[in-house]
């Protein structure tokens, strides 16, 4: 091989020369030299090459084997293989045993999230049990006011033919169609679930999350959204705090201004409470409202919310009665009060939210 030098390096061709001769004699005088370069480079070659190859067998072995369990929370006990089943155009879903509207706007609800997930058009809700890719029986009702204790298991067969989601009661059925939404995943061919066995039963008795709407008031289509994240992971109360020194956030018909005087016009009316009651109940969440009495209750001790506030028609002057002094504030917000006005102001403005 003829080497020649750059045309900009033309002025140092001298150099360029002697250095061009101590190659050639290194690879012509030297053949130890060059035997041991072949050597290194048949080294390189290998310390290459078998990682390559140790790559390429742990990721055949891996397309086998089955993956961690992308769920939250995990449950209690499932056992995974490595088959899939298929999420394409076709996938149904048909109800069996127990039927209630609940069931219903949860399966709707669940195919619209999988659609989302997918991309596909999913709203088929097939009437024949055969020929549903997702049979979901559920034995019996739950209870009309959930309590805590309810069983609140499901059991989860998915083979490559179908899929099979079982529960005592629609609880359960809500939590089984939040497992199988987190189960799908992208798959070479589109998206699939994969092939497992979950028998599932909740850890603690208590799931909840607490919003403070007293303090900062939250718009409901705010708290319906952690509503829909709560029945995503399987959460069941919805600790609601409606009260407390910096506002009464509910209407209340007997004693109208709570709202008006003690929220500065950011409260919830009573339609709007048993609306998100209800949207809480169809997700299996149960709804505690928090009413702070005797303490934390400055928002609800402001005189002209009390039936005895009047105003004095000699000189238009507000007539505070003696029970709102400072003096007594601390008297009856304590927990050692005889005195009954709290408790009994408590029974009918509670009584006012839960009948009207």
């Known amino acids: 091989m003829l080497i020649r030098p750059r045309p900009d390096c033309a002025r140092n061709s001298d150099d360029f020369l002697m250095v061009r001769n101590i190659f050639a004699t290194m690879l012509l005088d030297r053949p130890a030299w060059r035997i041991q370069v072949d050597e290194l480079m048949r080294t390189l070659v ?24 992308n769920l ?31 069931l219903d706007s949860a399966v709707q609800r669940f195919l619209r ?8 058009s999913l709203t088929a809700q097939s009437a024949d049990p055969a020929q549903a890719k997702l049979l979901i029986h559920t034995d019996q009702a739950s209870k009309e006011v ?12 998915v083979t490559p033919s179908g899929a099979k989601l079982s529960a005592p009661n629609p609880l359960g059925t809500l939590h089984g169609l939040q497992t199988f939404l987190q189960l799908v995943e992208a798959a070479p061919a589109g998206f699939a679930v994969p092939a497992i066995s979950i028998h599932d039963t909740p850890r603690f008795v208590w799931r909840g999350l607490m919003i403070d709407v007293s303090r900062h ?54 339609a709007q409470v048993r609306d998100l009651i209800a949207y809480a109940h169809d997700r299996g969440i149960r709804v505690v409202p928090e009413f702070d009495m005797p303490g934390h209750s400055s928002g609800i001790l402001n005189w002209r919310a009390h039936p005895a506030s009047t105003k004095s028609s000699a000189t238009g002057a507000s007539s505070i009665p003696p029970w709102i002094q400072p003096a007594i504030v601390s008297t ?8 009954r006005w709290p408790l009994c102001f408590q029974i009918h403005t509670f009584t006012s939210v839960a009948t009207r």
Do not use: C
Request: charged share 20%; glycine share 6%.
């Open 46 to 69: 290998l310390l290459v090459s078998v990682p390559l190859i140790l790559v390429f067998f742990s990721g055949a072995q891996q397309a086998i084997q089955p993956g961690p369990l």
């Open 72 to 102: 939250m929370p995990m449950p209690s006990n499932y056992q995974l293989t490595s088959d899939q089943m298929a999420i394409d155009q076709s996938f149904s879903v048909s109800l069996t045993g127990h039927q209630e509207a609940r």
């Open 113 to 120: 999230n999988l659609s989302r997930r997918t991309g596909m």
């Open 146 to 157: 959930q309590e805590p204790g309810e069983d609140e298991s499901y059991s989860l067969e």
């Open 217 to 270: 008031f939250i718009p409901l289509d705010v708290i319906k959204r952690n509503l829909d994240g709560m029945e995503a992971v399987k959460m069941n109360v919805f600790h609601w705090h409606l009260s407390d020194d910096q506002g009464f956030r509910v209407e209340s018909k007997k004693f109208p201004k709570l709202q008006e005087m003690g929220s500065d016009g950011l409260y919830y009316t009573q």
């Open 332 to 339: 009856i917000s304590s927990a050692s009060s005889s005195r």
